[in-house]
């Protein structure tokens, strides 16, 4: 029998679940600064040793991390900007109108419309100095150099996409839609000096996250964050790459990607991103996707491949449909882009999500792959012991969760379920149900799955009202935060008995 590619999981561990945007600030957002730093020293309090986040890259309408400008850069609004001002190139006073947002949510039109004036501060005075690096950030230059693939078409398509009012790459004049022609062009007056900001801004953020995965190295925490198989139809990927994608002469897709209508959806999923053409990437050996991934690893230690069933095949559903019901399943080169990328990066751990209907096809890619896959507890519960989601039936190359970033807290799920699922619960776990959080808590870090990732909620027992996304829900995703005195209470009162819990088990 042919051996996995990775097989990188071989020691029971267990984390936490919390996006960076949670994490609490002075500036409307979370970011990479104090707060991060705090969470991380919790972490180490209670033995824990994986911290999962959401995609880092810069957002666009929606505020979805799914959908982001690029699959290479990182968001700004995650920069610290305290070091700025040490650094002279922010003042505190300049901060004022940051200050004033909310501390206990993210109201991104506010974020918005504050942040980007005062970043531009920073850049400003940064050039005027004549400096080519900050202290402990590295050369600018040579920060350039590395991400030389990528950086310069995603600062032009950013500085572009401004100057033509925020509109999607389509909407652009013709000169401009595409790469080659538009670097032909006569720029408009500012644009270059706009892409030299974004480079500068994103020198800081990876300068941030390298300082910040050096410090949680030194903890024993790991970084655990997500790739989505696919990128945003409006990114500096497609605009930038648009030979490999499924797209007309015009830019426009010509098939997207989706799901087809399933329990949970009669009409299905339609995502509505562009598909790949594989024979293009085939015929690159690949290189988009492992200067992708090269780039993950800059990111994470861990890597979660988002919707792993694509790999082995996708559906793909015409650009003029309106739902996902019509459409066709399209095999690609799954095992083919796995060898390839374990080749340029024989190191890496990945994890597979392979939640929903998964066939025996997309099984045995993951087998060859070696990934584990994952187990989500909110689904365990149907009254079937057969049911792949309960803990009896779990292969140990799995991460159990209690619920993910899509799920409602425990708490809030719990209360909205039916009363046989609920009696199924309490039953299966031998429990009264009122503590219904660490229940779930207790049975993934007890579950013979090698890792145990749950959301901060379900430590801190919140309700619905602590949900970072709903699935569909056009509004009020990505926005909630905890506050410091939350963290400092769960640490005083829980920290210990996780860390005993977590020995208990073979997690220390």
């Not at 901060?95 to 918005?112: F, K, M, S, T």
């Not at 019901?325 to 890496?348: H, S, V």
Request: aromatic share 14%; glycine share 8%; proline share 5%.
């Amino acid at each position: 029998m042919t051996a996995p590619l990775y097989n990188w999981l071989n020691e029971r561990t267990s984390g936490v679940l919390l996006h960076v945007s949670c994490l609490p600030s002075k500036t409307g957002i979370g970011n990479l600064g104090s707060a991060a730093y705090r969470y991380i020293d919790f972490m180490e309090a209670a033995g824990l040793h994986v911290w999962q986040i959401c995609p880092l890259g810069p957002t666009g309408y929606g505020d979805s991390p799914y959908q982001c400008f690029s699959a290479f850069a990182g968001n700004p609004y995650f920069i610290d900007l305290d070091p700025l001002v040490t650094d002279g190139l922010l003042h505190e006073n300049e901060l004022g109108l940051l200050h004033a947002l909310p501390e206990d949510h993210v109201d991104y039109g506010a974020l918005y419309s504050t942040f980007w004036p005062i970043l531009s501060h920073a850049y400003n005075r940064f050039k005027r100095s004549g400096a080519d690096h900050l202290d402990g950030y590295g050369c600018i230059k040579a920060f350039r150099k590395a991400h030389s693939a990528w950086i310069e078409d995603f600062a032009l398509f950013l500085a572009l996409k401004s100057h033509f009012g925020g509109k999607c790459w389509l909407e652009w004049p013709a000169a401009f839609r595409d790469v080659h022609k538009a670097r032909k062009q006569k720029l408009p007056e500012g644009i270059l000096e706009e892409a030299e900001a974004h480079v500068f801004y994103q020198y800081l953020f990876y300068g941030q996250l390298t300082k910040l995965r050096s410090y949680a190295g030194s903890k024993g925490v790991e970084i655990l964050g997500d790739a989505p198989i696919f990128v945003a139809l409006d990114s500096s990927d497609v605009w930038a790459n648009r030979e490999l994608f499924q797209l007309n002469k015009n830019g426009t897709p010509s098939a997207v990607a989706g799901v087809p209508p399933d329990y949970f959806s009669a009409d299905g999923q339609l995502w509505g991103n562009p598909l790949y053409d594989w024979k293009a990437h085939q015929d690159t050996k690949f290189t988009w996707w492992i200067d992708r991934i090269k780039a993950n690893l800059e990111f994470y230690d861990i890597v979660r491949l988002d919707h792993f069933r694509g790999f082995e095949s996708y559906w793909s559903v015409p650009a003029k449909e309106t739902t996902a019901r019509i459409g066709k399943w399209i095999q690609c080169p799954g095992l083919e882009l796995f060898t390839a990328i374990q080749a340029a990066c024989p190191d890496a751990k990945f994890v597979a999500e392979d939640l929903g209907v998964i066939t025996a096809e997309v099984n045995e890619l993951r087998a060859a792959t070696g990934l584990p896959g994952m187990a989500v507890l909110h689904f365990a519960f149907d009254g079937e012991a057969d049911n792949a989601y309960l803990p009896h039936n779990y292969n140990r190359n799995t991460v159990a969760y209690s619920g993910t970033h899509d799920n409602d807290t425990s708490l809030g799920w719990y209360s909205e379920e039916s009363a046989k699922t609920q009696d199924h619960l309490r039953r299966y776990l031998g429990v009264s149900g009122d503590e219904i959080a660490w229940d779930l808590v207790r049975a993934a870090i007890k579950s013979s799955a090698l890792m145990a990732i749950v959301p901060l909620q379900d430590l801190m027992s919140l309700g619905s009202h602590a949900r970072l996304n709903t699935p569909g829900a056009p509004i009020g995703n990505w926005q909630w935060r905890y506050t410091p005195e939350q963290l400092d209470s769960l640490q005083n009162n829980s920290a210990t008995y996780l860390k005993d819990l977590l020995k208990l088990y073979g997690r220390a």
